[in-house]
């Protein structure tokens, strides 16, 4: 039902169902943050460059600064705040950890549903260095130079 600029829309957010009234200007990085309090994922460059407001639409991995709300109607969506189960972090947020691969965290929740998305994809695939960097090309980290976070992408990958 669409009012002015505004339009009702319905979608899974992290296993609950949603509705909500969303302006259809806002993308779903704003929606997510601002309307729901889904803070994990930043807000870094809001062009698709740095890959710091990455979640997962019906399984595949999105820029939702670029991605309208309106698009996610009757989608599911996965954030970072989904990822940890009963208090404990999923196996990729312990890699992270284990390995040092955060420093200022800004780009973390990103990487995470990155490497989250990458390890779905390939179980059971024999996966190269370069297709760790290929998937995980379109998020930035200014601070670790990378090395600890692909160790980590590494860990996940044989602890699934
Ligand atoms: S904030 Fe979305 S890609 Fe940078
Ligand atoms: S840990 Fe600071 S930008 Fe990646």
Known sequence: ???GHFR??????NDRERRLRVDIR???????????????????????ECGACS????DV??????????WA?????RTVEGE??????????QAYVDEGAVQCGFCTPGFIMATTSFVEKCKGKNVSPGDIRKAHAGNLC?????QNIFTAIEKSIESD
């Open 142 to 146: 200014r601070c670790t130079g990378y």
């Open 8 to 13: 009702q829309i319905s979608f899974t957010i």
């Open 26 to 48: 806002k993308s779903l990085a704003e929606v997510l943050r601002e309307d729901l309090g889904l803070i994990g994922l930043k807000q870094g460059c809001g062009v698709g």
């Open 61 to 70: 991995l999105v820029d939702s600064c670029i991605y309208l709300a309106l």
């Open 84 to 93: 940890a189960r009963d208090g404990k972090p999923s196996k990729v947020q």
């Open 73 to 77: 109607d009757g989608k599911q969506i």
């Open 55 to 58: 979640v997962m639409v019906d």
């Open 1 to 3: 039902m669409t009012d």
